[in-house]
């Protein structure tokens, strides 16, 4: 079953730019993670917020949370055509990863 | 050593072969999963295994069979698959059952013809 819902399902942007991608939710979690996934390959993780965090960064990224609503949103800073990729939020709850439907981006150079 | 190993990296199967996908990890993960994506669309659970027991069996039809030898293992062995079943099968492992992010393997691009 899927938990997560991204928004936009595409985005182009120009190198350079920020990019920022939303995930809404149905449940209760206990965390959300952000994986990136290069076309037709593996899945790596990025980060991981826990239900009681509201924001996190790591190196470009920052991440959100709001529990309230029920939402995530992933920022990559300066974007780079290597960033190029689909991007998918996966909430669990004592439970396996649930994964989004994903946000495809593209980095124009 | 972080990795998820999984061999083949491709596969073209008939309907009537018996085939296995393997998985391996050596980071001491006490949780494995096999995961089915289909292009464009985002992976769904198969399979997990915790502590080497299925513990979780998401209405899999009975052609995929997976299968935890030991604590690094994991094989999905398949027979009589359809076109539909067509996809890339993604092998996962995690250091638990939940909580925690969770390592991914290259995938296996099956094709089933």
């Known amino acids: 079953s899927q938990q997560g819902e991204e928004d936009p399902q595409a985005l182009s942007i120009q190198e350079g730019e920020n990019a920022t991608m939303n995930c809404s939710y149905k449940t209760s979690i206990n965390n959300l993670q952000w994986y990136r996934q290069n076309s037709g390959r593996g899945l790596v993780h990025l980060i991981l917020i826990r239900s009681n965090e509201r924001e996190k960064h790591s190196g470009r990224l920052r991440v959100t949370l709001d529990t309230s609503k029920k939402s995530s949103s992933l920022l990559i800073t300066a974007s780079r055509a290597a960033d190029t990729a689909s991007y998918f939020c996966a909430t669990d709850a004592n439970t396996p990863l649930v994964f989004g439907k994903g946000t495809r981006l593209s980095v124009i150079a | 050593d972080t990795e998820v190993t999984q061999t083949p990296k491709h596969l073209v199967m008939g309907m009537t072969n018996k085939k296995s996908l393997k998985c391996e990890q050596h980071?001491?993960?006490?949780?494995m999963y096999w995961y089915k994506q289909k292009a464009k669309k985002p992976p769904e659970l198969m399979f997990v295994?915790?502590?080497?027991?299925?513990?979780i069996n998401e209405s899999v039809p009975s052609r995929f069979s997976p299968e935890c030898p030991n604590s690094s293992l994991l094989n999905l062995h398949l027979h009589a698959l359809q076109p539909e079943d067509s996809a890339l099968y993604l092998c996962a492992s995690s250091q638990d059952y939940a909580n925690t992010e969770a390592f991914f393997g290259q995938g296996t691009r099956l094709t089933v013809v």
């Open positions: 980071m001491g993960h006490r949780a």
């Open positions: 295994y915790s502590y080497e027991k299925l513990s």
